[in-house]
């Protein structure tokens, strides 16, 4: 009898050591989830905050001179370039920051890719890139409603040419459809065979 009363209560103390640790676990988990969305809520808050001190300037500097009035205007319409810094009033739309400090913008109903600190990666040229990175920074577009991919400095990859690409960055393959066709590639013999 007291066997099966000390047994008891030894499992009930392990019940309890586990629910113990669980909920230390859960509460780490959930700690570190806040600060990531804090830190990442910060950048892009920091980002927009600049570029938008910068848009509501009532001068603009370009090559050390101010340009007022008209050439403001004008100089906000310019032709978007890869390697430039871009502001905020460059652009229509600004998506959000992502884990390679890298955010999808919009203009004239295109979309690019730039830096947080505004160097412009991909000019607004496709109808569609991914907002979110995949293995090695590559991310999907689309264009003309077929699928390419780029890399993390904006190089086509995979030329738009295909129904469907999935990215599986866990097993480091690409699927793609072209046409009846599916196939799966591994992402490294894809990337130097294109």
């Keep these: 009898m ?34 990531y969305g804090i830190v990442a809520i910060s ?18 500097m370009d090559d050390s001179s101010i340009v007022e009035g008209q050439a403001a205007k004008e100089l906000a319409e310019r032709r978007i ?19 390679l400090n890298q955010i999808v ?3 004239n109903g295109k979309e690019g890719l730039v830096e ?8 607004p040229q496709y109808d569609w890139i991914s907002p979110l990175p995949c293995w090695n920074g590559l991310r999907k577009f689309i264009n ?21 690409i999935s990215i599986d960055e866990y097993e480091g393959t690409i699927q793609i459809v072209d046409g009846l066709t599916f196939k799966t590639y591994p992402i490294e013999e894809l990337i130097k065979t294109e």
């Design 2 to 35: 007291k066997r099966k009363e000390m047994k008891r209560k030894k499992m009930k103390r392990k019940k309890m050591k586990r629910k113990k640790i669980i909920t230390i676990i859960a509460s780490i988990i959930v700690s570190i989830a806040i600060l």
């Design 43 to 60: 950048m892009f808050t920091a980002f927009a905050t600049y570029n938008i001190a910068r848009a509501n300037s009532s001068t603009t």
């Design 81 to 99: 370039v890869k390697g430039q810094i871009a502001s905020a009033s460059d652009f229509d739309e600004i998506g959000i920051c992502d884990k």
């Design 105 to 107: 913008v919009r203009k």
């Design 116 to 123: 947080n600190g505004g160097r412009v990666i991909v000019v």
């Design 144 to 164: 003309d409603g077929l699928y390419g991919v780029l890399d993390g400095e904006g190089n086509v990859i995979l030329e738009p040419k295909y129904q469907s």
